[in-house]
């Protein structure tokens, strides 16, 4: 039988999934590495660290599965995306890889919407400039690390650096170069202009591909590390969204993931290129061949849900630790004795700022709406209603593009809960869908090398075949009209506080900042 590895460079690890060609699962691995934040706002890993966590989680995939090596017939890459690895012409690190969540360069990011233009910049990169984009840390090592910037011969993603590690290969694919902010995503290549007035040289850059491309093979040095064969293929694969997107079969118009993790996602396939107008969600291509995605972000989702827990759930914390119960169950209970609506209770989510649609870092958490009927199960379930309403805030603006949802998957953590679940399905009006497999942008990657490797016509084709639903939840009538009432309320919320938010962060920051 034919196997297929899809390796993640996530935040924490090297996460590896290897899988069969029916896409069934036979064995997972995953090897950690540290993240440095040496100054405020900078963060920070070192791609050698990403490189020898790679080769272990190989190593132990290839192991438990007790396959021949010669039967992986592809490896398919993924990762945190934005990331910024700098490279001599010796192939040696130049620089620390400044991460995805640094934000030192709130003024590159200026200075380049003002030589570009706001518009300009969103018809060709489908984005407004954000710091934890490419192109703005590439300026701020020119500013700030002439010398390290006077020896760059290559620039490449974090994925991308693990490809030329196996390969000796320069390449990436459209979906992650789709977040450097130095593509024509329309196009689907490097942005002459873009280069040209940012001064980046194009020869720095990597060759760009579609996602199912091979770009290399296995090299004998590799296969002596790995125990893979030499001349085994390496395809292009995608940024950790779009490969997560590929996981979970987000494919074709109509369907639409949301991810319940830390942050929440809402990830939706498009077949034509569509930008927000005002740039609030990120246009991106797709790792479909020729397709592009759409997404939007609610920085605290399953983030609220375990500051609710930390904060105020001891008691079910203590209940959990005598009966082996999870607490989030525990919690999930309490909730669903609430009505929906949490007799209106409304929690808005922006524990840590918000992305899309408000991309405002001083919004705040808050309860708004409580009186003397308010319980703590009325407490909980506002926090997984206002979850969704921030999730519906996101899929509005997709809707309004002309992309509605014929279904949703939902996956992350928060997804486990059932009551979470049918939350959204009301308030999204829509059915939920969990699948069998959660391994998300890893199992993407295995796919779009099971594609490449020509044993499947398309990504569609592989997608049908390989992913299975779990469980399947249809929205009840009466409590969506019940949350559509409450959510037009809920849109009115922060854009009355959103002053008094700004008048918070200036007063705290004169009486408590450094």
Not at 99 to 127: H, P, V, Y
Not at 193 to 214: A, D, T
Request: aromatic share 10%; proline share 4%; hydrophobic share 35%.
């Amino acid at each position: 039988m034919n196997y297929f590895i899809g390796i993640d460079i996530g935040t924490t690890g090297a996460k590896a999934v290897l899988m069969d060609v029916n896409g069934v699962v036979v064995s997972t691995a995953n090897n950690e590495y540290p993240m440095f934040n040496p100054y405020p706002l900078w963060t920070e890993q070192n791609p050698d660290d990403w490189w020898k966590a790679t080769c272990r989680s190989i190593q132990n995939v290839v192991a438990q599965s007790k396959i021949n090596s010669s039967d992986v017939k592809g490896i398919g890459l993924t990762g945190q995306m934005h990331g910024l690895v700098t490279l001599g012409k010796d192939g040696k690190i130049l620089y620390p890889c400044i991460m995805w969540n640094d934000q030192r360069t709130g003024a590159e990011c200026k200075e380049i919407t003002e030589k570009i233009g706001f518009n300009n910049l969103l018809s060709i990169t489908g984005n407004q400039v954000l710091p934890g984009f490419t192109a703005p840390k590439i300026i701020w090592l020119r500013k700030n690390k002439p010398k390290v910037y006077s020896k760059i011969n290559k620039v490449l993603l974090p994925k991308d650096y693990i490809r030329f590690r196996l390969t000796n290969e320069f390449f990436s694919d459209v979906s992650d170069a789709s977040g450097t902010l130095l593509l024509n995503i329309k196009e689907r290549k490097w942005s002459q202009e873009i280069l040209s007035k940012l001064e980046i040289p194009i020869e720095w850059l990597p060759g760009v591909v579609e996602s199912i491309s091979q770009t290399g093979s296995i090299t004998k040095q590799v296969s002596d590390l790995t125990g893979l064969i030499e001349g085994t293929p390496v395809f292009a694969g995608g940024g950790d969204q779009a490969a997560g997107g590929i996981g979970a079969g987000v494919v074709k118009e109509g369907i639409v993931s949301i991810v319940l993790g830390t942050s929440g996602v809402v990830f939706t396939h498009s077949d034509n290129y569509r930008i927000e107008p005002e740039g609030k969600l990120h246009a991106f291509c797709h790792s479909v061949p020729n397709k592009w995605h759409l997404m939007g972000v609610t920085l605290s989702a399953a983030g609220s849900f375990r500051w609710f827990r930390d904060t105020f759930a001891q008691q079910e914390k203590l209940e959990a630790e005598k009966t082996g119960k999870d607490v989030y169950d525990l919690l999930s209970s309490q909730a669903e004795t609430a009505q929906s609506g949490s007799e209106g209770l409304f929690f808005l989510p922006y524990l840590t700022g918000e992305r899309t649609p408000h991309p405002d870092p001083n919004a705040k958490g808050a309860f708004i709406g409580l009186n003397v009927r308010h319980t703590k199960a009325h407490l909980t379930r506002s926090v997984l209603e206002g979850v969704a309403y921030s999730l519906r805030d996101c899929y509005e603006l997709i809707s309004n593009l002309g992309i509605k949802a014929e279904s949703i998957i939902v996956s992350g953590g928060g997804a486990k809960s059932k009551l979470w679940r049918s939350i959204v399905a009301d308030v999204f009006n829509a059915e939920i869908n969990k699948l069998t497999c959660t391994e998300g942008a890893p199992y993407g990657a295995a796919i779009l090398a099971a594609v490449g490797s020509g044993n499947y016509k398309n990504v569609n084709e592989a997608c049908e075949k390989m992913l299975k639903v779990d469980s399947r939840i249809e929205p009840d009538k009466k409590r969506v009209e019940v949350y559509d009432d409450f959510y037009s309320l809920y849109k009115q919320l922060y854009p009355q506080l959103k002053n008094s938010f700004q008048n918070i962060s200036e007063i705290v920051n004169k009486h408590y900042g450094s």
